[in-house]
């Protein structure tokens, strides 16, 4: 604060006395310009006076009872008074002229110094929203990187991320160094700053396209998994090794079995497209689905399907009914999954 004092009080005094000394210079030019002219002038008419001839006398008669007075004079006497009556009041009014020159240019002076320090608070202004904007940045960045860190973006099993382009930032006292200096230097190194702030917010921008293009696929990939159930039942058996429930013997069951009511809706658990719609002597009448990167699930016993072959499906869509056709032994659905062809537990993707 007195620091900002101390400024404005020298800031005032250089001002004033730039004017005295304005004024000082203006009228000692001015001054030695009509001096000299008058004594050239009274040089001339003193040796004009000695030649003249003609005289002119005023009597002054007063009213009272007094001696006249007499006041005489030559002619060219009376034209030296008018001459010089002129010079000086033309001089009078050449300083007043002078004077009220002097006066605007000072308050234009004035008025460009206000001018001058309006537009370094400005510059002050733009330079604290340059830090702020900074700022801003920074923590944009930081927000970048906690998402990426929620959407595992991070190489596994390394501390470095997924190359992407949102890197750098401002150094933390970057603010004060574009504040300090003379009002060229503080605007070329906005200047500068903006073209920084420019390159980091492109950059910024493509890292979040990178983010969102990320998550766009995760979101795909998540909507091709088997993450919810087909029907809703109880589980009568689950995959592994069972009784079979014909023979009675151990064999591999490579799915679940969902028991419900017949005639019961199943619905796709994931996007994908039909691969197969077909009917077998052990299965019955059955869908496979075709959900991308390697996985598949099927679903047998049906008591009849509700789509064709080729079709795209959504999750949650009717792909069929519950039944009890093919080699089974009551109302069920018969639920397969597979990854790259072979079987996995189907409980793995379900909540």
Do not use: C
């Amino acid at each position: 604060m007195a620091k900002e004092v101390r400024s404005k009080l020298s800031y005032y005094f250089r001002f004033i006395y730039s004017l005295l000394q304005i004024s000082i210079i203006k009228s000692y030019d001015v001054i030695t310009a009509i001096v000299t002219g008058l004594i050239g002038i009274w040089q001339r008419m003193t040796r004009f006076l000695k030649n003249s001839r003609d005289h002119y006398t005023v009597l002054i008669v007063p009213q009272k009872k007094s001696s006249v007075r007499r006041i005489s004079a030559s002619s060219n006497a009376i034209r030296l008074v008018t001459i010089m009556a002129l010079i000086v009041s033309m001089s009078f009014l050449y300083i007043f002229y002078d004077f009220l020159t002097a006066q605007r240019e000072n308050y234009e002076l004035y008025e460009l110094r206000k001018l001058s320090e309006a537009q370094r608070e400005q510059i002050h202004r733009i330079s604290s929203k340059i830090g702020y904007f900074e700022k801003k940045l920074e923590s944009l960045k930081e927000y970048d990187h906690k998402i990426r860190s929620m959407a595992d973006m991070f190489r596994q099993g390394k501390q470095e991320r997924v190359p992407y382009r949102g890197v750098g930032g401002p150094s933390p006292d970057n603010h004060g160094l574009i504040s300090r200096g003379s009002d060229a230097a503080m605007i070329g190194r906005m200047n500068k700053s903006m073209d920084q702030l420019i390159q980091e917010a492109s950059n910024q921008e493509r890292s979040f396209k990178e983010v969102i293009e990320f998550l766009e696929n995760r979101k795909s990939i998540l909507a091709r998994m088997p993450s919810i159930w087909p029907v809703e039942g109880w589980i009568t058996s689950r995959f592994g090794l069972r009784s079979s429930p014909f023979s009675g013997r151990k064999e591999f069951h490579g799915a679940i079995d969902i028991a419900a009511r017949s005639g019961k809706r199943v619905i796709a658990p994931a996007d994908g497209i039909v691969s197969e719609v077909d009917h077998r002597s052990d299965l019955g009448n059955s869908i496979t689905l075709d959900h991308g990167n390697g996985i598949t699930t099927s679903y047998a016993h049906l008591l009849k399907s509700n789509v064709q072959k080729g079709k795209s499906v959504r999750r949650g869509d009717v792909i069929g009914f519950v039944g009890s056709t093919g080699r089974s032994t009551g109302p069920h659905l018969h639920y397969i999954v597979q990854m790259d062809g072979v079987p996995v537990n189907p409980r793995k993707y379900l909540p």
